[in-house]
């Protein structure tokens, strides 16, 4: 089994930053195939940014440039650096691992 749980979201202006952090815990020995999906309210599940099995990493379009994705394989930690955030960005954010493995999820608020 793996746990994953998120932290790091909260209330931030149009154009500012946060770090979502997601540490996982159970039987993980990598941080590759994690990622973070989000729902916007009313929306569907987004594809936000993943770390693939052989270490790469890709983004939805809608954040190429401004979210970057990294981990700390030794924490079991992955790290969503969220940049020049928009109201649009505004949701929950979800961490997520390869097997279906999913967090609760930690709310994004972008609003002046």
């Known amino acids: 089994q793996v746990q994953l749980v998120e932290s790091g979201g909260g209330l931030v202006q149009p154009g500012g930053s946060l770090r979502l952090s997601c540490a996982a815990s159970?039987?993980?020995?990598?941080?590759?195939?994690m990622g973070w999906h989000r729902q916007a309210p009313g929306k569907g599940r987004e594809l936000v940014a993943h770390i693939t099995s052989d270490g790469n990493v890709f983004y939805g379009d809608s954040v190429k440039g401004r979210f970057t994705i990294s981990g700390d394989n030794a924490k079991k930690t992955v790290y969503l650096q969220m940049n020049s955030l928009k109201p649009e960005d505004t949701a929950i954010y979800y961490c997520y691992r390869t097997g279906n493995y999913w967090g609760q999820g930690t709310q994004v608020t972008v609003s002046s």
């Open positions: 159970g039987s993980i020995f990598s941080i590759n195939g």
